[in-house]
Structures are given as structure tokens and as C-alpha cells.
């Protein structure tokens, strides 16, 4: 229950940030709502996984290329988080920025 309603969250969250207007270099609405659909799964995705962090991982898509920005505790949350993303209907490429920062 407590996964549903962070990715509930994490969903409405997404799409309220994302705004209405579409943005440079994006050609129509249509494309821009799709992004922002792209975006929306993969942070349900993170926050329905155990090993990812939804809080920490950002997620933003242009054209249906996913960038992961934001800071994961081991080499494998980086990895995992990739993989989720790839998985997700839409998603063209992904660009993974993540920064490996141990936990202290």
C-alpha cells in the first residue's frame, strides 16, 4: 500500500511539474504529452522498486530520450535505474548522469 500511494505521488507529481506548455524543440503538444507520460511510468517504475530511489533519481525526456540526473548509493541502484528505464514503453535512448555517492 505505502508503494502504491509513493508512486501515486511521485505520478501526480510528475505531471504537475511537467506544465502544459510544450517546450523548445518538441514540435507539437502531442509529443510533449507523450514525454511526459515517458517520464510519469518511469518514476512509478523507481517508485515501485525496492533498489531504487525515486526521491533521489531525476527523470526528465525530450523526443523520448529519458535523462537520469541525481545521485544513487551504489554502482547497481545506477545500473538498475538505467535498466527500469529502458523497459519503459516510449523511451528511445537514455542518457545516465547519475552520480554514485555512497551513503554515509
Known amino acids: 500500500m505505502k508503494n502504491l500511494v ?5 505520478a501526480i507529481g510528475s505531471l504537475v511539474s511537467a506544465g502544459c506548455a ?3 524543440g518538441q514540435s507539437s503538444v502531442g509529443e510533449f504529452v507523450d514525454d511526459a507520460t515517458v517520464t510519469t511510468r518511469v518514476k512509478t517504475r523507481f ?3 525496492q533498489q531504487v ?7 526528465e525526456t525530450l523526443n523520448g530520450t529519458v535523462q537520469l ?3 544513487a548509493t551504489s554502482q547497481t541502484e545506477k545500473d538498475k ?4 528505464a529502458r ?3 516510449g523511451v528511445r535512448s537514455v542518457q545516465n548522469n547519475i552520480v554514485v555517492r555512497p551513503a554515509s
Request: hydrophobic share 60%; glycine share 8%.
Open 69 to 71: 540526473t541525481g545521485f
Open 81 to 84: 535505474a538505467a535498466t527500469i
Open 87 to 89: 523497459a519503459v514503453p
Open 47 to 49: 517508485a515501485q522498486d
Open 53 to 59: 530511489s525515486a526521491m533521489r533519481i531525476g527523470v
Open 22 to 24: 510544450v517546450t523548445s
Open 6 to 10: 509513493l508512486a501515486l505521488a511521485v
